[in-house]
Antibody, heavy 123, light 110 residues
Framework: QITLKESGPTLVKPTQTLTLTCNFS??????????VGWIRQPPGKALEWLAL???????RYSPSLKTRLTITKDTSKNLVVLTMTNADPADTATYYC???????????????WGRGTLVTVSS | QSVLTQPPSVSAAPGQKVTISCSGS????????VAWYQQLPGTAPKLLIY???KRPSGIPDRFSGSKSGTSATLGITGLQTGDEADYYC???????????FGGGTKLTVL
C-alpha cells in the first residue's frame, strides 16, 4: 500500500525559505518508472504543479517557479524534499506530494496523493 | 490563467449524465495522455482517469474519459450526490516542459 505524507511549517515569513518534506512508503524511488511530484493549491483556487523528481534523479520544475525551487530525494529514507526560496504571501497554499506513475518519460500521471499541508506566508 | 481550459461549473440532476470538457493544444492534449482528478470538498485530489480513458482499480465504470484532437472529455453517468466535487484535467505540455492542469470544474448534483 502506497502512502505519502507531507510535513513542513504552517507559517512562514515573507522572504524566508520554505522547506517541505514528503515521507512515503509502499514504493522505492530507486525503482525504474517511479517519480514523486509536488503540487500546490491556493485556497479556493486550482491545482498548480511545482516540481517532479524521478527514480533516475531527473528533475523537472515549473517554468514560472524554476529559479526558486529545488527538489531532492533520499532514497534510503524514502523521502523527497522541496525547498522554495523567497516566500511570498502568494505562495500561501496547500502543498501536496504525489506518486508519479511514468508512461514515457516525462509523461505520466499522479496516481496517489498525500493529504496535503497548508502553508501560510505572512509576516 | 490555466493552460488547459475547463468550464467553471456544470450541474445535473441525480441519475443523469454530465460531461466536462478540457481544451488544450497540440503541445499538451494533442500529443500526450490526459488524466482526470476528482477533489471532494476538503480532501486531496484522487485519480479518476489516466491515459485518456483508463480507470484505476476501484473507480466505477460510471466514470469515463475520451480524447479527440486537442480536447478531452470526462463523462459521468448515473450521477450521485456524492459525485459533487471539483474535477481537474491534467497532462504534460511538451513545449513548456511542464505538467499542466485545467482550472477545475465544480460539479453540482441538483
Amino acid at each position: 500500500q502506497i502512502t505519502l505524507k507531507e510535513s513542513g511549517p504552517t507559517l512562514v515569513k515573507p522572504t524566508q525559505t520554505l522547506t517541505l518534506t514528503c515521507n512515503f512508503s509502499g514504493f522505492s524511488l530507486s525503482t525504474s518508472g517511479v517519480g514523486v511530484g509536488w503540487i500546490r493549491q491556493p485556497p479556493g483556487k486550482a491545482l498548480e504543479w511545482l516540481a517532479l523528481i524521478y527514480w533516475n534523479d531527473d528533475k523537472r520544475y515549473s517554468p514560472s517557479l524554476k529559479t526558486r525551487l529545488t527538489i531532492t530525494k533520499d532514497t534510503s529514507k524514502n523521502l523527497v524534499v522541496l525547498t522554495m526560496t523567497n516566500a511570498d504571501p502568494a505562495d500561501t497554499a496547500t502543498y501536496y506530494c504525489a506518486h508519479r506513475a511514468v508512461v514515457i518519460m516525462p509523461h505520466g500521471y499522479f496516481d496517489l496523493w498525500g493529504r496535503g499541508t497548508l502553508v501560510t506566508v505572512s509576516s | 490563467q490555466s493552460v488547459l481550459t475547463q468550464p467553471p461549473s456544470v450541474s445535473a440532476a441525480p441519475g443523469q449524465k454530465v460531461t466536462i470538457s478540457c481544451s488544450g493544444s497540440s503541445s499538451n492534449i494533442g500529443n500526450n495522455y490526459v488524466a482526470w482528478y476528482q477533489q471532494l470538498p476538503g480532501t486531496a485530489p484522487k485519480l479518476l482517469i489516466y491515459d485518456n480513458n483508463k480507470r484505476p482499480s476501484g473507480i466505477p465504470d460510471r466514470f469515463s474519459g475520451s480524447k479527440s484532437g486537442t480536447s478531452a472529455t470526462l463523462g459521468i453517468t448515473g450521477l450521485q450526490t456524492g459525485d459533487e466535487a471539483d474535477y481537474y484535467c491534467g497532462t504534460w505540455d511538451s513545449s513548456l516542459s511542464a505538467e499542466v492542469f485545467g482550472g477545475g470544474t465544480k460539479l453540482t448534483v441538483l
